[in-house]
């Protein structure tokens, strides 16, 4: 039983299959290339990211009797098409949760204190302009009392809000289907506090929220463009941890070049992986290249989950 991780897995993840008799493939095959490698090695479990994609050509021309995506969002895959066919599909939705959360913080810690164009300046400029820099960064704010909004309150959105709540922020929600959801949020000496939240209207979180948070999966079309934009707060931020095409970039700019926005955090973008240039250059944009999800705790976590998974299938 052959296992290919094209996108890598954890150390742990890959020893416990091998301990269970599989023999995991980590070596990484271009697109046009997978199709042939798979069928010429039998492999018939497909470990996949974001980055390799898993679509009905490739489907049809192997046989796969298991497609795992490390991470959450699955439109990389055509899940139904491959289950229609008989194989299983499987993902770790809650592996990277507090990764990309913890991002989303990140971001907003940076683009509130002004760190993410301070460190692009301070390299260059910081021993003949320290006093001219000192002035200009040292207009910032806290993060105490403002309001995160958070669009899409699944697990990645409930752990943002746990972060926000250890800011001290105030946090309001929109879900399409839930009304009224539980975050429960442990402390290190045992303590746990349940805060209950009754979710808000989409156009309600986008007028009143200081910070607004994206966690949800590829769209059509975008969420936030020039009309969204125009009903949130002057000075309001965007975080963008979710997918590229989510947020439509050239309104975004639009919006931050004309000071409607104060500033942006964006780990996906639309033209992935060559970023608009605009976006790339602008100095109100705090960025990561997609790696929200990526620290080393949370890729354990997955690869360990994958691994528990599949071999649950195998012995069932």
């Known amino acids: 039983m052959k296992v290919l991780a094209n996108d890598g897995i954890s150390l742990g993840g890959k020893l416990m299959l091998e301990r269970e008799g599989f ?8 697109q046009d ?9 039998e492999i018939e479990v497909l470990l996949v990211r974001s980055a390799t994609k898993v679509r009905q050509d490739l489907i049809d021309a192997t046989n796969l009797k298991i497609i795992g995506r490390g991470g959450v969002g699955m439109d990389n895959i055509d899940v139904e098409y491959a289950q229609s066919k008989g194989i299983q ?4 939705p809650e ?10 913080m990140a971001h907003v810690y940076s683009l509130f204190r002004n760190l993410h164009d301070a460190n692009r300046t301070m390299p260059l400029e910081g021993e003949t302009k320290f006093k001219e820099l000192k002035k200009a960064y040292g207009k910032a704010n806290e993060l105490r009392g403002k ?27 929109y879900n399409r289907t839930q009304k009224e959801i539980e975050v429960p949020i442990e402390f290190f000496d045992g303590q ?13 979180v986008l007028a009143q929220s200081d910070v607004i948070s994206l966690h949800i999966p590829a769209q059509e079309k975008h969420i936030i463009g020039a009309e969204e934009i125009e009903k949130m707060k002057d000075g309001a931020m965007i975080i963008n941890t979710a997918r590229g095409g989510v947020v439509d970039e050239e309104a975004l700019l639009e919006a931050l070049d004309f000071g409607k926005i104060a500033g942006a955090g964006l780990d996906v973008f639309e033209d992935e992986p060559k970023p608009s240039v605009r976006l790339l250059m602008n100095e109100k944009i705090s960025m990561s290249p997609h790696l929200a999800g990526s620290t080393e705790e949370a890729q354990e976590r997955i690869g360990m989950e994958l691994a528990e998974q599949i071999t649950r299938i195998y012995k069932s």
Do not use: H, P
């Open 192 to 204: 746990k506090v349940v805060f209950k939240f009754k979710t808000q209207s989409f156009e309600d």
């Open 89 to 92: 599909v499987i993902n770790t």
């Open 23 to 30: 023999e995991v493939i980590i070596t990484f095959v271009a």
């Open 33 to 41: 290339q997978l199709a042939n490698f798979i069928n010429q090695n």
């Open 95 to 104: 592996a990277s949760s507090a990764s990309v959360a913890e991002m989303v």
């Open 147 to 173: 309001t995160m909004g958070i669009i899409g309150f699944g697990r990645i959105g409930r752990e943002v809000a746990k972060n926000a709540i250890g800011a001290g922020m105030k946090v309001i929600a």
